[in-house]
C-alpha cells in the first residue's frame, strides 16, 4: 500500500502517490536551482509548472485518478532534464538527445505583434508568412466584397489570444519544453529591457527638453490633449458597448419570438418585409417534424450564437473583463454546426422545387344572350377570407392568404385577349414544382378551382385553398379570357384584384366595357386600342419562385 498525497501544481489539484511526489520534488528543485540566477526565472518556472499540469491532467482518466512514477517520468521526458541544456558547446555525442524543437502549431492572436485584434499576426506566425500580407487581404476584401472586417471580427471573437509563454510556443510550432520556455522568457525580458531603456531615454530628453519654456507649454499641451483623448475613447467604447448589448437582447428576443411561433420578420422579393409566424411559414414547406426541430437548432446556432457572442463582447466592452478561455473557438464551432444543418435543409428544401410543369383545360362556359359578357369577382368570399386571414404576402408571385387555421390561399390572375372563333372561351392555366415533372404536373393538376356564371355573368373566386396541411408548391393559376372580335366585355371595379398588370394597369380597364376588335380591346368611347399583346402572360422564371424560399430559410434575419 502506498500513500498517497494532495498536491497543487499551477492552480489544479492531483493526487500523487508518495514515490511520484518525490521524484517531482527533486525535479522541481534541480529547475529552482538551475535557473536560480536567471533573470525571470519566477516566470520561467510558473511558465513550466503550467505545462506539467497540462501534460498530467492527460493522465488522469475515469479508471486512474492517481499520478505515478511513470506518469512523472513521461513528464520529465518530454519536458527535458535541466542539465541538457547546460552546455551547448558540447559535442553531440557526449549530451543526451533533447526533445524534437518542433511541435504541433496552434492558431492564437498574437498580442506581441497586434496592431489591432492581433489576429493577422496570429495568422503570419502560423503561416510563417509577415503579417502584413494578411493585413493587406483584409483590406482589400473589404473594399472588394466589404465582409472583411466581419471576417475580422468573426476571427477576433473565435481565436483565442497567446498569453501565457507555452500559447506563444504553441503558435509558433515549437515545443513546449524547459529550453523553449527559458528561451523565450529571456527574449521577453531581454526586450522588456530595451523598452525600459528607450523609455528611461525619452525620459532624460524630455527633461533636457524642459529647459525650453515654449516646449514645456506645447508637451503639457500635448499630454493634455492625449489624456483626454483616451477618456473620450473609453467613454465611446463604453457607449458603443450599450448599444451592442441592447442590440443583440432585441434580436434575440426577434429569434426565439420568430422561431417559437410568435411572429417574425421574413423577407421576400423586392426587399418587401411581413410579418408571418415561422410555424406557418414552416408548414409550408415539405418537411417532416423531425426534420423541422432539427432546422430550428440549426437556426438557433446559426442566429444565436453570433447574437451571444456580441452581448458576451458588449460585457467586456463596458466592464472591461477578462475574456473567457476557448469561449471563442468553442462558439465558432457551434456556429459552423448551425450553418451546415441549416443549409442541409435548405438546399433539401429547395430540391423539391427544382421542376415546373403546367397544366391546361378548357372551362365550360354558356354563350352570353347578348354581345356582352360580364364579369365580377366573389365580393364576399374574398371578404370573408381577407377579414378572418392572418396574413397576406405579396411578394413577386406570391399572393397568398393565411387564416386563423393554418389554412393558404393563392390568388388567381386574369388575362384577356382576343378570340380565334365568335365564342367566348375560358381557359385554366395551372403551374407548380416539384421534384420531377411528373410529381409537379400532378400538383398542378390537383389544384382546385372555382367560378359560377348566371346568365351573361362570370363571377370569379379571387383565390384557390392549397388545403389544410398542404405544402405549397408554388402553386399558380392564371386564366385567359378569350372575346370574339366585335364582342363586348364589361369589367367590374372589383376585378381590378386579379388582372394581370401590362402596360395598362388594372385600375384602367377595370370598371369599364370594352370591345374586342383586331388590334386589340378598345373603349367604345375611344378610339384608342389597347394591344392584345399586353395581355399574353409573361413565362414565369424559375429563379423567382425558389429566391424567395431560399432567402426566408437562410437569411430569415439578414
Do not use: C
Not at 321 to 326: A, G, L, M, T
Not at 381 to 406: K, P
Request: avoid cysteine; glycine fraction near 8%; charge should be negative.
Amino acid at each position: 500500500m502506498k500513500k498517497t498525497l494532495t498536491i497543487n501544481i499551477s492552480g489544479i489539484i492531483f493526487h500523487i502517490d508518495e514515490d511520484a511526489y518525490d521524484k517531482l520534488n527533486k525535479y522541481l528543485d534541480k529547475l529552482k536551482s538551475h535557473f536560480h540566477s536567471t533573470l525571470g526565472k519566477e516566470e520561467i518556472i510558473a511558465d513550466i509548472e503550467g505545462r506539467m499540469a497540462e501534460l498530467l491532467q492527460d493522465k488522469i482518466t475515469d479508471s486512474k485518478q492517481v499520478i505515478t512514477v511513470g506518469d512523472i517520468s513521461d513528464v520529465i521526458g518530454m519536458m527535458g532534464e535541466p542539465g541538457e541544456f547546460d552546455n551547448e558547446t558540447e559535442e553531440p555525442h557526449e549530451a543526451a538527445a533533447p526533445a524534437s524543437p518542433h511541435g504541433p502549431k496552434r492558431l492564437y492572436r498574437d498580442p506581441d505583434g497586434k496592431m489591432v485584434g492581433g489576429v493577422a499576426a496570429g495568422l503570419g506566425a502560423y503561416f510563417n508568412l509577415d503579417p502584413i500580407w494578411f493585413r493587406l487581404a483584409f483590406l482589400l476584401i473589404v473594399f472588394i466584397g466589404g465582409s472583411g472586417l466581419l471576417i475580422y471580427f468573426i476571427l477576433w471573437i473565435a481565436l483565442p489570444e497567446a498569453r501565457s509563454t507555452a500559447e506563444k510556443l504553441a503558435m509558433k510550432g515549437e515545443s513546449v519544453n524547459i529550453s523553449n520556455i527559458e528561451k523565450s522568457i529571456k527574449e521577453e525580458v531581454s526586450n522588456l529591457s530595451d523598452k525600459l531603456n528607450d523609455l528611461t531615454k525619452k525620459a532624460k530628453d524630455s527633461v533636457k527638453k524642459k529647459n525650453s519654456y515654449d516646449q514645456n507649454i506645447f508637451e503639457q499641451f500635448l499630454s493634455l490633449f492625449i489624456t483626454l483623448i483616451k477618456v473620450i475613447f473609453k467613454i465611446i467604447v463604453i457607449v458603443v458597448g450599450i448599444v451592442l448589448l441592447l442590440t443583440g437582447i432585441s434580436l434575440i428576443i426577434a429569434v426565439l419570438f420568430a422561431l417559437f411561433g410568435w411572429g417574425g420578420p421574413i423577407l421576400l422579393g423586392h426587399n418587401e418585409v411581413i410579418m408571418l409566424p415561422l410555424a406557418d411559414f414552416f408548414g409550408l414547406l415539405s418537411i417532416s417534424a423531425g426534420g423541422l426541430a432539427i432546422l430550428k437548432i440549426g437556426l438557433i446556432l446559426f442566429l444565436g450564437i453570433p447574437l451571444l457572442m456580441l452581448i458576451y463582447n458588449a460585457f467586456r466592452m463596458i466592464f472591461n473583463i477578462e475574456r473567457v478561455r476557448y469561449l471563442g473557438i468553442t462558439a465558432l464551432n457551434l456556429w459552423i454546426a448551425g450553418l451546415i444543418i441549416t443549409l442541409f435543409f435548405s438546399f433539401r428544401v429547395a430540391g423539391d422545387y427544382r421542376r415546373q410543369a403546367t397544366f391546361s383545360k378548357d372551362l365550360e362556359i354558356r354563350q352570353p344572350i347578348s354581345d356582352t359578357l360580364f364579369l365580377s369577382l366573389n365580393q364576399e368570399y374574398a371578404d370573408e377570407f381577407l377579414y378572418n386571414s392572418y396574413d397576406y404576402i405579396h411578394a413577386q408571385e406570391m399572393h397568398l392568404i393565411v387564416t386563423q387555421e393554418g389554412i393558404f390561399y393563392e390568388q388567381v390572375e386574369l388575362v384577356i385577349e382576343g378570340s380565334e372563333n365568335s365564342e367566348y372561351t375560358l381557359t385554366q392555366f395551372t403551374t407548380a414544382r416539384g421534384r420531377s415533372v411528373w410529381s409537379a404536373k400532378e400538383r398542378a393538376e390537383a389544384t382546385q378551382w372555382h367560378f359560377e356564371q348566371m346568365n351573361s355573368q362570370l363571377v370569379f373566386d379571387p383565390f384557390f385553398t392549397l388545403g389544410e396541411r398542404e405544402n405549397w408548391y408554388a402553386q399558380q393559376v392564371w386564366l385567359k379570357l378569350a372575346v370574339p372580335v366585335g364582342k363586348y366585355v364589361s369589367i367590374d371595379k372589383n376585378m381590378e384584384e386579379i388582372l394581370r398588370w401590362g402596360r395598362y394597369r388594372p385600375y384602367k380597364l377595370a370598371g369599364k366595357t370594352w370591345i374586342m376588335t383586331e388590334k386589340g380591346l378598345e373603349d367604345p368611347d375611344d378610339a384608342g386600342p389597347i394591344s392584345q399583346a399586353i395581355y399574353i402572360a409573361p413565362k414565369t422564371k424559375s429563379g423567382n419562385l425558389i429566391r424567395p424560399i431560399m432567402r426566408s430559410v437562410v437569411g430569415l434575419l439578414w
